[in-house]
């Protein structure tokens, strides 16, 4: 549940030890001493222990920080709530922050005011965190200038708040596994997933055919309608699949040459059935939290190769610029209404029901971005 704290309570700032902090009287002080460099309050979505989201998070009040000579203070305008970031408050992310620490890693917001050494942004600008950035969540954020990319803004906000964590690794997921020509072909599970839904446009944008796997649910029908809409050439579903040779569904469609998995268990099992010879198959996820298994059978005579991808550990090398131009490709897809996704803003003030719907509490839902 979300709860104010009260004054006593020690003031908590993203980025600082949140033990060595001034009280809060003090850091009124410090505010009023040094108004120009000092950011506005702000408010957050901490927790001060992993553990389940829903009884860990609370929102808190902020003190402003001083703004340095290269910093940026940023007005938060949106943020999503990823799995990831589900999984960092749990404590079962490999990377993550030590608690008490603000949630949220990606997002977008508005340049506030800049230090007096920042000469490449304005207030105004639209600016994500990239490579993202720990503790999104909340509503005024100072950080380096060398954290802050420069984004359009005629696209529209929650697409900016987005756009790091899943159409980026669908899109070096396309590009990167494997070497894919016009005409070829790929196979994903999890396909109505924001990541899914990305690879069905991307592939189709290069002309590369794709297949889709997606679980039984009321209104399949529906669905598979939504994700041809996108660019799908084919979705079936997992009892759609129980044949003895997938392949035969296939058509006219080429054997596929790349796989995508994020679910695990029989799910990516399907995924490498329909895998042609010497295929790559690549793990992104575990969402139904069951092991990948393949058989010997698989590995000796179709040659089949198995790989993952986790996105963090590529930007983590030296590829920041190239992931920042490749991320403002993307927004230049949004922006021609090429590339596009299912999301629902929720206000900041409703965190509560937007974790819930995130933690699938209330069924399906669409991605849930907070709006600032």
Same mark, same amino acid.
Do not use: Y
């Given at each position: 549940m979300l709860r104010s704290l009260n004054h006593k309570t020690p003031p908590l700032l993203f980025n600082f030890n949140f033990n060595?902090?001034?009280s809060f009287h003090s850091?009124?002080?410090?505010?009023?001493?040094?108004?120009?460099?000092?950011?506005p309050p702000s408010k957050a979505i901490i927790y001060e222990s992993h553990g389940q989201p829903d009884a860990v998070t609370k929102l808190v009040d902020i003190p402003g920080v001083k703004v340095k000579e290269n910093d940026v203070c940023v007005k938060m305008l949106a943020a999503p709530i990823n799995p990831s970031d589900i999984n960092r408050i749990q404590g079962v992310y490999p990377v993550r922050p030590e608690p008490p620490a603000v949630g949220g890693y990606e997002g977008v917001g508005e340049v506030h *005011?800049?230090? +007096?050494? %920042?000469t490449a942004f304005s207030p105004g600008d639209w600016v994500i965190p990239s490579p993202p950035s720990f503790g999104t969540w909340q509503t005024y954020i100072v950080k380096d200038q060398n954290v802050w990319h420069k984004v359009n803004k005629g696209v529209p906000m929650e697409y900016a708040a987005t756009i790091t964590v899943n159409p980026l690794t669908a899109l070096l997921m396309l590009e990167d596994c494997v070497?894919?020509? *016009?005409?070829? +072909?790929? %196979?994903?599970?999890g396909a109505t997933s924001m990541v899914g839904q990305c690879v069905i446009q991307l592939a189709k944008s290069r002309g590369i055919h794709n297949i889709n796997i997606i679980r039984d649910r009321p209104g399949v029908d529906e669905v598979k309608e939504r994700?041809?809409?996108?660019?799908?050439?084919?979705?079936?579903?997992e009892s759609e699949l129980?044949?003895?040779?997938?392949?035969?569904?296939?058509?006219?469609?080429?054997?596929?040459?790349?796989?995508?998995?994020?679910v695990g268990g029989n799910s990516a099992s399907l995924v490498l059935k329909f895998l042609r010879q010497g295929g790559t198959m690549v793990t992104y996820g575990g969402m139904s939290k069951k092991p990948v298994?393949?058989?010997?059978?698989?590995?000796?005579?179709?040659?089949?190769s198995l790989r993952g991808f986790w996105l963090q550990n590529w930007l983590s090398t030296d590829k920041a610029q190239e992931g920042r131009e490749m991320i403002d490709r993307l927004l230049g897809l949004v922006h021609e209404g090429k590339l596009k996704y299912k999301m629902e803003l929720t206000p900041f003030t409703d965190f509560n029901t937007a974790l819930d719907k995130a933690l699938g509490k209330l069924g399906s839902q669409p991605k849930q971005v907070i709006k600032f």
């Open positions: 060595n902090l001034t850091r009124l002080k410090i505010t009023q001493a040094f108004s120009s460099a000092v950011s *005011s800049v230090g +007096a050494a %920042v070497t894919l020509n *016009s005409g070829d +072909a790929i %196979v994903q599970n994700l041809k809409d996108l660019g799908a050439d084919e979705v079936f579903t129980e044949v003895k040779n997938v392949k035969s569904l296939l058509g006219g469609i080429p054997e596929p040459a790349l796989g995508f998995n994020c298994t393949v058989s010997t059978s698989a590995f000796i005579f179709k040659e089949l």
